[in-house]
């Protein structure tokens, strides 16, 4: 048989075994919530890298209408001042207020 200050001692151990291995779990469940909230922001990170190169490519895209717009319009104007039979003027015409109208149209959708 055992005496009573083994068995303290043995139950004590016991209990400090008990406490560490809580001590552990508690610590690995920390870890793993951690582990997955950094999932999540870099999650997040790429979804943002992935917008702001969308809305770039977006924005070069307009940048590029918005040029071909300008430079129509300038041969347009070309053609204005060196044509000279009324139809030609009327149609040029035409075609730059319709790239007016699809411009305020475009404005208006934002």
């Given at each position: 048989?055992?005496?009573?200050?083994?068995?303290v001692?043995?139950?004590?151990?016991?209990?400090?075994?008990?406490?560490?291995?809580?001590?552990v779990l508690?610590?690995?469940?920390?870890?793993n919530?951690?582990?997955?909230?950094?999932?999540?922001?870099k999650?997040?990170l790429?979804?943002?890298r992935a917008d702001?190169?969308?809305?770039?490519?977006e924005?070069e895209?307009?940048?590029?209408?918005?040029?071909?717009r300008?430079?129509?319009?300038?041969?347009?104007?070309?053609?204005?001042d060196?044509g000279?039979?009324?139809?030609?003027?009327?149609?040029?015409?035409?075609i730059?207020n319709?790239?007016?109208n699809?411009?305020?149209?475009?404005?208006?959708q934002?």
């Open positions: 048989m055992i005496s009573q200050t083994e068995a001692c043995m139950v004590m151990s016991m209990i400090i075994l008990i406490l560490a291995d809580i001590l508690f610590v690995n469940i920390k870890v919530e951690r582990n997955a909230e950094n999932a999540m922001i999650i997040q790429e979804k943002e702001a190169r969308y809305y770039k490519l924005y895209k307009n940048e590029s209408l918005e040029i071909l300008h430079d129509m319009n300038n041969h347009l104007n070309t053609m204005l060196i000279s039979d009324n139809e030609l003027k009327k149609y040029i015409i035409d730059m319709q790239y007016k699809a411009k305020a149209d475009k404005l208006l934002q």
